[in-house]
């Protein structure tokens, strides 16, 4: 049962009504039979002190579900308020690699505490998965599937997924393993049903099989999911015998939280993983004010190049009028460069060794974006600018700004479309070289390329 967000607001008013008056009959029936994410946002909604007692009134298996849905903040309220009876019910109800994601997210008094809580077996694959990078596909995996042997029949394999199904992650797809845990191949539950009961899985398995390795980045992996639209995908260690897998809804978050961190950086914002309204005004002031000082001193050299060329602008002050307009012009052209270029890199569309093609394909829409550009702004100047305005523009000076358009264009695109390239090469995140930096840098050259053509045209 789903709510659109109005439908919620209105359920919200009511619980607290219901919560006010101790109603907790109610209360639990009001929210039951709804998505564990829109329970998660109502709980969150309310105030703060109310969020244990309706966690309380969830039946225990939705209770678990709802608990990962919730932000780290409210999940480690709960956990400090929680009897060790409760965490335990919580923690056993969890599939494991939502155990780690919380884990993973907790200061470490209250990860002693889970762990303290946790079976043996759960404690020690929590452990195990801890162990990896964390940015690598172990990390995001789960050890809650099912294999199968391949010698096993289809009615062998029937009574292991009645056996032990319920507690596993999915069994719309299960892996087929030799003795020794090598991935031999995959069959789904569907192939399992319509199979005689005599099959073997080797008979009826499929090899045509795309894994993952446990040291993977975890985003390569998520692609993987986009580019083929799995449910599920096995992950393998060097020596290609299965150690868990990782599901759709793990992916997702994966994507989710790259492409956050790449708009952030790109943005000269430094990542945060906490929603907006959560966030602290000192977080964000800590995650922005770096950048902008970097960004600020940088902007120093622009400064410096203006101050050199005083007298050239002294003698010729229309020049000045505009120097904003061809500054914001390079800095969009390598904006739009860098930002494709970004995007490609992360969609694994470009490498490192397309350069050159990228270059080349940017430098012929540097060439035809900055006629068009120049060629328009020429009939700007001469008829706006000298007869409509009266500003005091020659062809000279028209000339000057125009073949600068022409070639700041070309230098931001050239810009714009290599840094992201370059920094993916030294292995720094591209989306680092976005619009911020490729501005600042292509303010300087389009500044050097005006003055240029302002002393050598104009003779000042």
Partial sequence: MTFQKEGLEELIERMESYLNEKKYVLAREAIVELEPIDIAYIMETLPEDTIPVVFRLLPKELAAEVFVELENDSQEKLIKGFSKAELKEVIDELYLDDAVDIIEEMPANVVKRIL????????????NILQYPEDSTGSIMTTEYIDLKSTMTVEDALKKIRRVGQDMETINVMYVVDADRHLLGFVSIRTVLL???NDTMEEIMDTGVISASTLDDQEMTARKFEKYDFLTMPVVDKENRLVGIVTIDDALDVLVEETTEDIERMAAISPSYKPYLNTSVIETVKSRIPWLLLLMVSATFTGQIISSFEDALASVTILTAYIPMLMDTGGNSGSQASVTIIRGISLDEISMKDIGKVVWKEMRVAVIVGAILAACNFAKLMLVDRLLFHNPITVAVALVICLTLVFTV???????????IFAKGLGFDPAVMASPFITTIVDAISLLIYFEFATTLLHI
């Fill in 116 to 127: 303290s809580t946790a079976d043996p077996e759960t404690r020690r694959d929590i452990n």
């Fill in 195 to 197: 199979s005689d009961e």
């Fill in 410 to 420: 070309f230098a931001a695109k050239l810009v714009g479309c290599t840094l992201p």
